[in-house]
């Protein structure tokens, strides 16, 4: 198969919405991460999804729709709360979970009762639901396990032969996936952090619950609730590290770890702000130290270039989990594995 990426413009979206229609995934942008898009309710596309990607079946998929009218065929029920969510942070980075209908196959939600939906920020995105005249179901388009893609460029990469095409609408503003939200108990509970964060539920709700996974691994038969919970994600090739704690501490600690990685013959780099001076080693700057978002932005790209480079070993800074730090520890910690040295 021939992979084409054709900028964002109408007749390229048009083009985009019938090979939906027709049962076949685009490579479509989002103001999180590109997604890979079929037909929501054609379980034939649905499955295409999961051969390309390599997606364990086990791990449920996001509908995106183009307005709040498509979600009510598309659910049972629509909580008060999540209605406020709705209110409060769509169109935006956030994923709804609620109790499905009929209409949703069950590839698309792995089996539970429940979907995930959202509303995307991305004028792109709405623009191909809309003109595709269908929900859009739409992981992260990248082979399964990799980081996710920012930029059309990391979809081709992976997808190259696998698509028939890809919109490129520039890079992604947010960087990380879209914020998971279980609304369908009595009191929300955030599956994923993302660009919606905890800080910002409660400001709407007064309450919300953090699950205890967002910062450790599922346990042996868990069921996967939402995408991004699997024990190891977003990883590149290389063997990849966090250090926390105070600032100079992480800095010395990196240091060392880095020199002793170089003389025993691996190719390390350094995941980490530029304010920060780590000598004459190899960086791969994560942005400002004042800055999260900067991290939230970068970081999937970060872990492409590590890539890229051929580099064997990365050790990370990690950022204060509060805010969108929490979002870029979740994903950092599960590229790594959650191997965080405490220093």
């Not at 069950?106 to 995307?120: H, K, N, W, Y």
């Not at 879209?178 to 108990?185: C, K, L, R």
Request: hydrophobic share 45%.
């Amino acid at each position: 198969m021939h992979t084409q990426v054709k900028p964002v413009s109408m007749e390229a979206i048009e083009e985009a919405a019938e090979l939906i229609r027709k049962g076949e995934l685009v490579g479509m942008p989002t103001e999180t991460v590109y997604g890979l898009g079929a037909n929501a309710l054609d379980e034939q596309a649905v499955r295409k999804i999961f051969e390309a990607k390599g997606r364990p079946g086990d791990n449920p998929l996001i509908v995106h729709v183009s307005s709040i009218d498509e979600i009510a065929p598309l659910v049972r029920a629509i909580p008060a709360a999540a209605r406020k969510l709705m209110d409060a942070f769509w169109p935006g980075p956030m994923t709804l979970i609620l109790p499905k209908s009929d209409r949703i196959p069950d590839c698309v939600s792995a089996g539970l009762d429940t979907v995930g939906i959202r509303l995307p920020a991305s004028e792109a995105a709405r623009a191909l639901i809309a003109a595709a005249g269908r929900p859009i179901a739409a992981p992260s388009a990248n082979r399964s396990g990799k980081p996710s893609p920012t930029t059309a460029q990391h979809v081709f990469e992976d997808m190259d032969g696998r698509i028939p095409l890809i919109l490129d609408g520039g890079s992604c503003e947010v960087g990380v996936e879209s914020s998971v939200i279980d609304a369908t108990g009595e009191r929300p509970v955030i599956l994923r952090p993302g660009g919606v964060t905890p800080e910002m539920v409660e400001a709407v709700l007064g309450s919300v619950s953090v699950d205890e996974h967002v910062m450790s691994p599922l346990a042996e038969g868990d069921i996967v609730r939402s995408p991004g919970m699997k024990y190891k994600h977003y990883a590149p090739a290389a063997k990849t590290v966090i250090f926390d704690g105070a600032q100079e501490d992480v800095i010395a600690a990196i240091c060392a770890r880095y020199d002793e990685a170089l003389a025993a013959g691996e190719r390390p780099a350094i995941l980490g702000f530029d304010e920060h001076d780590f000598g004459e080693r190899t960086v791969i700057s994560l942005g400002s130290a004042c800055h999260a978002g900067d991290a939230a932005a970068r970081l999937f790209a970060c872990l492409r270039e590590l890539d890229e480079r051929g580099e064997t070993v990365a050790l990370c800074e990690a950022v204060e989990a509060t805010g969108i730090g929490l979002a870029v520890m979740n994903r950092m910690g599960r590229a790594a594995g959650f191997d965080i040295v405490r220093v």
